[in-house]
């Protein structure tokens, strides 16, 4: 029966092998040692099992994916042990890739649909349709089918049903929906299967708010403001929070930004989106050079990454997307701005700047590149917060010809 101590003992090691703060690695002890507790009411040793029905008796988190920081920080010490109990060393999410473990019937069909979307795509992209045809291969071989060419949609229907009842959320029966139809697509186009293929993916419709949540042009002086400059992290923090707030750019090009981005000269910052590949062209004002000189001058710490923005605990490697996130809803809440029902975050500071670039009468396709966008249909989503142009749009309502109903009746 192991011991779970001995592998949060080993946890701790290769996270301190990993360069990680003391402080990091203590965030992860009270979940550790409720589990702990758990296990010995139960006078059970542990098992990467029981770590699921822990999480839902002690916390009441289920199957499904959160968006709560808690529930993932609870779901990731449980995570860590479980690659300890697998002796597998610890990893930074950055590093950590789907590995394919794909049925050998079908191996040289997915991995050759894979090196084509290696061709467009970054490795984030990859690790997602890994993800989704890890679970598709060894369903299809259930099914008896051997040629991925033989999908079907009796197929496609059941595997389908099979992810919406696995307790997955929507955005994720969303994503299989858009992968499956660029696989048949793919298998169309190589003459693997008939056309029309693409047809027998059932539609899922893409989570997503009526309307952008955005944040006044007073609130966002408030939200930089809010920000304590007089320190080196938080002079990176500035230079993130400025490239959301003034050009709308995404957690994944700010921590993906490189010195070599930027031409001072030209006084613009040019790079490839990272989640579209679309080249993207933006202003880099006095504001903005003058924090990113500020920061690297007086708060980064010495680092051989091409990156502007590194992590501040050694190694000081390239930051994580999420903690643009942690950045940007930190100065929200500081600034003690309500937050009204919307989202906090680095996002919500880009639908502002795209709603305020609507205000101002910027064209829709300059909007599109402004954020990267791989089409003008996405950019019109923000059209919504726009509403001054919509009341000006609306019509005026005719006067009421025949009163009888406010009498009683008839005249």
């Known amino acids: 029966m192991e011991v779970i101590q001995n592998l949060v003992n080993e946890a701790v090691w290769s996270m301190e092998e990993a360069g990680l703060s003391d402080g990091y ?7 550790w040692q409720a589990f702990d507790d758990w296990l010995v009411e139960r006078g059970a040793g542990y098992s990467p099992e029981l770590g699921g029905s822990f999480l839902l008796e002690a916390y009441g988190i289920g199957r499904g994916g959160s968006t709560v920081s808690m529930e993932r920080r609870r779901r990731r010490a449980l995570a860590i042990i479980r690659n300890c109990h697998e002796h597998e060393p610890y990893r930074r999410v950055e590093d950590r890739k789907y590995e394919s473990f794909f049925r ?43 040629d991925i060419a033989d999908i079907d949609a009796a197929a496609v229907m059941g595997f389908m049903q099979q992810v919406s009842e696995s307790g997955v959320g929507q955005q994720l029966v969303y994503s299989t929906t858009s992968k499956l139809r660029r696989l048949l697509s793919w298998l169309e186009s190589t003459g693997r299967i008939g056309p029309s293929a693409v047809d027998i993916v059932p539609k899922a419709k893409a989570p997503r708010p009526e309307s952008p949540d955005t944040y006044t042009d007073e609130e966002v002086e408030l939200i930089i403001g809010a920000i304590d400059t007089t320190s080196p992290t938080g002079k990176r923090n500035l230079v993130a929070c400025l490239l959301a707030a003034r050009l709308g750019m995404r957690s994944s090009d700010i921590v993906g930004l490189r010195f070599d981005n930027l031409s001072w000269k030209e006084s613009c910052i040019s790079f490839a989106s990272a989640k579209t590949g679309q080249p993207t062209v933006l202003p880099l004002t006095n504001e903005i050079g003058t924090a990113i000189i500020s920061y690297v001058k007086e708060g980064r710490p010495e680092s051989s990454e091409p990156y502007v923005l590194v992590r501040h605990n050694p190694p000081h490697t390239r930051m994580r997307p999420a903690i643009v996130y942690d950045i940007v809803s930190g100065a929200m809440g500081r600034a003690g701005i309500a937050r009204d029902g919307r989202r906090r975050g680095p996002h919500a500071l880009r639908a502002s700047v795209a709603t305020r670039m609507m205000g101002s009468g910027v064209p829709l396709p300059v909007i599109t590149r402004t954020l990267s966008h791989s089409c003008s249909d996405t950019s019109k989503f923000y059209l919504k917060a726009d509403l001054e142009p919509l009341r000006r749009c609306a019509l005026d309502v005719p006067p009421l010809v025949n009163t009888w109903w406010m009498a009683g009746g008839p005249r």
């Open 25 to 31: 690695i203590r965030s992860f002890s009270s979940t």
């Open 104 to 146: 050998e019937c079908h191996e040289a069909d997915l991995d050759e649909f894979l090196d084509e979307l290696k061709k467009r795509y970054s490795d984030s992209t990859i690790c997602a349709y890994v993800y989704v045809l890890n679970k598709l291969s060894p369903y299809l071989e259930e099914r008896g089918i051997n």
